[in-house]
């Protein structure tokens, strides 16, 4: 079974401040990845996607890849209300598959 | 960016009743279309990929003769949910892959919720 893990939260993140989402994958062999942002009752939205080791910058958005640890984060800077949103973390499995495995998503509120 | 139309947004039908949802991509070519079911306060779980042309590929689990799947065109994928129970009730979201620059992105249409009374 492929996962993708996410803690569910809620994070809980002044405004102004740095939010860090986090996601553990388990199959190796993953390409790509994804972090989409959902809110209550919408459909997801994508933010950023990475597919190389390393810092991918958009924006106040920051997706970070570490192939070897099969770790992958979201930071967001200058954190605004209005990212107060579900975020999933969603990969795409190594061996030619096409659908992406989502992990449960991580609750963020950001605090006024 | 790349839209992906779903209609319609909500849908509430008697059980036993057969409810069609469909999903357009409205400015390119998506020769592959996912279906996704979400319940409340968990994550999108993959029932299907629609292959223009082709039959559908489910994911384990997913019963094809209840989810009926129809990729007739490069722009429109349906999905069917036949003789509709409450436990069908669920939010419904189509995708399409999107070819680009640093690889192929899913696009998400907005979603069907579904309630069965």
């Known amino acids: 079974q492929k996962e993708v893990e996410q803690n569910s939260g809620p994070l809980s993140v002044p405004e102004g401040a740095i939010a860090s989402l986090n996601c553990t994958y388990s199959?190796?062999?993953?390409?790509?990845f994804f972090w989409y942002r959902q809110y209550s009752g919408k459909s997801p939205e994508l933010i950023m996607f990475?597919?190389?080791?390393g810092d991918k910058e958009d924006g106040r958005f920051t997706a970070q890849l570490n192939k070897a640890s099969q770790y992958v984060s979201l930071l967001i800077r200058d954190s605004q209300p209005s990212d107060s949103a579900t975020y999933l973390c969603a990969v795409r499995p190594g061996g030619g598959a096409d659908g992406l495995t989502f992990g449960k998503g991580t609750h963020l509120i950001i605090q006024p | 960016g790349a839209v992906v139309s779903q209609h319609p947004s909500r849908v509430i039908c008697k059980s036993g009743t057969s409810v069609k949802i469909e999903c357009r991509s409205l400015?390119?070519?998506?020769?592959?279309m996912f279906w996704y079911r979400q319940f409340p306060k968990k994550s999108l779980m993959l029932m299907a990929t629609?292959?223009?042309?082709?039959?559908?590929?489910?994911e384990q689990g997913v019963e094809k003769d209840k989810f009926l799947i129809n990729h007739a065109s490069l722009t429109l994928s349906t999905l069917t949910v036949t003789s509709a129970h409450p436990e069908d009730s669920s939010f419904y979201i189509c995708?399409?892959?999107?070819?680009?620059?640093?690889?192929?992105?899913?696009?998400f249409g907005s979603g069907t919720q579904l309630s069965v009374l």
């Open positions: 400015d390119f070519q998506a020769t592959t």
């Open positions: 990475i597919y190389s080791n």
């Open positions: 199959d190796r062999g993953s390409q790509s």
């Open positions: 629609s292959n223009e042309g082709s039959k559908a590929t489910y």
């Open positions: 995708s399409a892959r999107v070819p680009g620059r640093g690889g192929e992105k899913l696009f």
